[in-house]
């Protein structure tokens, strides 16, 4: 009897075991042909699922114009739902061990466990995205998500009735820190009263928390939400209760067709197809920049690294103030950071006529700029 | 303010369904901590159906059929076989979150509509509570009957009486007649359903998407709940607005700009759950006194 139920509890934990395993790693395409040995293999690595419609759809999107661009002579796979954290470097080191020669980790915590595993596998290519370690295999693309949030801020501060800006937020690193703070700048740009709250909700991906986050802001007198989240859920919330919002990095409109102003789509292909090519052509290189920060490929608008979809759902002078403000940061008229730049207690923290350089832009925004209500966590 | 009250009671929703269950599966004797699991279990079975179908009801069917179902599992284990509770129902937790994702994977990222509120004639006009309590969907009136007709079942009917005897001893319900064994299978199962229908309230009511591991702890928080409220079913009601009130809270906290890590809100609700459970345990006698006699001992009918 005892020994039964011990085999009875071992089966189910070895079934549950399986199930999670199952769901936990699906590589998608196997590869094809191990004889063309001209094929250049690419393997992606995405944080949550292409179904999320946000973040990891916006890389899924890149892959399929490479697979466009490429044909036959590229052959990519993916592995969706890596974990930030230990378990992507097995995944990673798995993914170089399968015989890629370029692998892209395509979120920032998985900056350390691909520089752990770019020094074990020298001779393949690893590409970070939105990272700062480099080494000698390993380079980092970036797009300036900031300056379409300069954009959101100018539209939301021409939109706003209650001058209240509900934001929902991941986690506090560079990044994200950099969105809330241009979004400030450009919300103050037009309205010196509105003000931002920001909720972290401690995740890239998790609808009811980011749905509850966006119930709180609304009930809280917001009637403008943005979001540095990746699901759907803040604008079909938005949509729900009448107010307005912004989508994340993928187009959102059709699941909040009049909440949505705009999104701010990332266009990952063009540099995948990039490098691939370098790779290819041999003048693949980490790039070399004057300063371990500016050494980045880190394109925006300008280069349609980021893309405004159409605004919408706006008064057209308000469309018309947000293709300006386009077009200023396109032409470079506008660099955004650039001082008086004052933190929310009024402190100044860059001077009028210096712009923040890219290095800066990772190592010294540790407060908010004004406009903006609270305090940076941790 | 009413609308914070108001995702307040949203939020609580389905805490109140699933502690619900776990009440009745508890006053039986069994011990189930497969709620986490049994709730994604619903959770995925409620959006697969719905979207699906395009018919939400039938979604909160497949739900409650889906929570019953590996509720069933568990019974066949636990009962059938004599094997551990706690061990069975931890296993039950991890294999519903796998397998929930598993089934869940081709729905990621799809949208459905998701239950419509149900305004109830007259009682929806009042000033204020006409819009908190009777203008929200059937699911939530459906926890509040729930929780009445556990509370009328276990205090006044003589089937209730059955299930609170063998919930306190097992031995001497057994050798009055009583098929303790069917009593706590119903039990078991009914408490799967409810927790189904908690899961279905996530990805019908709250958000109307799927993802893997969506319930973020709900489950456990409900298991809280049942010790919370002592095993009598009106304390739930009031456990669960708590915990509901303390997840908002924290965001609230953050959107007014409240000067504390926002990490350490986010644990505020499992920090409760905790301090909760430390507070009720410190009185041995009384935690002893109200807990069902048999919870989570293992009955074997020889005698």
Redesign the interface.
Known sequence: MKLNKFVVILGVVVVAGLAFIMTSQKPTEKEADVSADKQVKVGFVYLTTPGDHGWTYAHEVGRQNVIKHFGDKVVTSYVENVPEGPDAARVIRDMAKQGNDIIFTTSFGYMDPTLKVAQEFPDIKFEHITGYKRAPNMATGNIRFYEGRYVQGVVAGMMTKSNKIGYIASFPIPEVIQGINAFGLGLRSVNKDAEVSVIWVNSWYDPVKEADAAKVHIAEGADILAQHTDSPAMLQTAEKAGVYGFGQSSDMKAFAPKAQLFSSVNNWGIYYIDKIQALIDGSWTTGEGPDHWAGNRWVGMADDYLVLTPFENMPDTVAKAASKAAADIKSGANKIFTGPIRDNNGVEKVPAGKTLNDGELFTTLDYYVEGIVGKIPG | ?D??IL?VIL?SIPLILAATGELIAERSGVLNLGVEGMMLMGAVAAFAITSLSGNPYLGVMAAAAAGAMTAAIFAV?TLG????QV??GL??T??G???S??VG?P?????VDGLQAVSIPVLSDLPVLGRLLFQLDLLAYGAFVMLALVAWFLNKSRAGLILRAVGNNHDSAHALGYSVLRVRCAAVIFGGLMAGLAGAY?PLV????W??G?T?GRGWIALALVVFASWMPSRILIGALLFGGI??IQ??G??????M???FL?MLPYLATIAVLVLISRDRNFALMRAPAHLGRIFIGTR
């Open positions: 303010m609308a914070l995702t939020t284990f076989l004599a094997t551990n061990a069975t296993a039950l991890i294999f979150t796998g397998l994702g598993l994977a729905f990621v990222g799809g949208t996530l709250l958000t109307p998407h993802s893997e969506m973020a997840t908002i965001l609230v953050q959107a007014r700009g409240w000067e890590p926002s990490q986010s």
